[in-house]
């Protein structure tokens, strides 16, 4: 037995952090840590913390990785976006799938790397994939409006990402198997983000991050929980282009959203 126990676990974490970081480097979105016999509590509750009011189920292929990176200590500004420049290198090169074929650029998504708040649409348009950046068309500017005029927040605040980093042909929604592709992708730039919230627009988007076929009906207007951060589901902004009265029904999602991680709401746009 080693006479410093501190010192054992900081030698402990210091070696867990490298494999990690040589992990995202390599591409590698999944790694499976072998948990405690004993240890039966939802990873971040405390033992006599109550049961989670909302039933935990980990996303496929992310979890393990996600919890890993969580329970390493916190990348550094400069070592997050080096992991995100490294998955959009893999992004634009990509052949996954064949959403390939069909696009101008690639659209892995951008943003501040120490973004508290991620938000998820489910692909680029026609302007995001000639620009390759995401949510540029009216559709995005309707989010930047949300972003600044609603949440008071610079869109360089927030990280905004797809779940397919490649148009669909004619905006359709992505296929299953596309989206199983791409998905990897998400996860990675999730765990480099670390966000306390993740915003998620549309079904699409919603149904990839909660692994849900659920309607947004159902999903809109409730608070869910996954691997320690919050999910708010609310409605994609090209909806709300073609239903504007629903805009009421997003800015109450993201006012709970706002609650959620203790940001201030805006006195102006309240109610
Ligand atoms: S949509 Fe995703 S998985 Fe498919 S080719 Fe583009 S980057 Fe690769």
Redesign the pocket.
Known sequence: MKEDPRAEALELIAAIRMRLMNAVEAGIDAIRIEAPKTATAPRGASPASPPSPAPERPPQGSGLFDAAAKAAPALSTGEKAAALEAIAA???A???????KG?TN?V?GEGNPDARILFIGE?PGENEDLQGRPFVGRAGELLTKIVEGGMGLKREAVFIANV???RPPENRV?LPD?AA??LP?LHRQIAAVNPELIVTLGRPATGAILETDEPMGKLRGKVFHREGRTVVPTYHPAYLLRNPPAKREVWEDIQVAMREIGLPIPDRRRG
């Open positions: 893999e992004v634009r990509c052949t996954k799938c064949r959403l390939h696009r690639a892995p692909g397919v980093k490649c992505p596309e592709a791409c992708y």
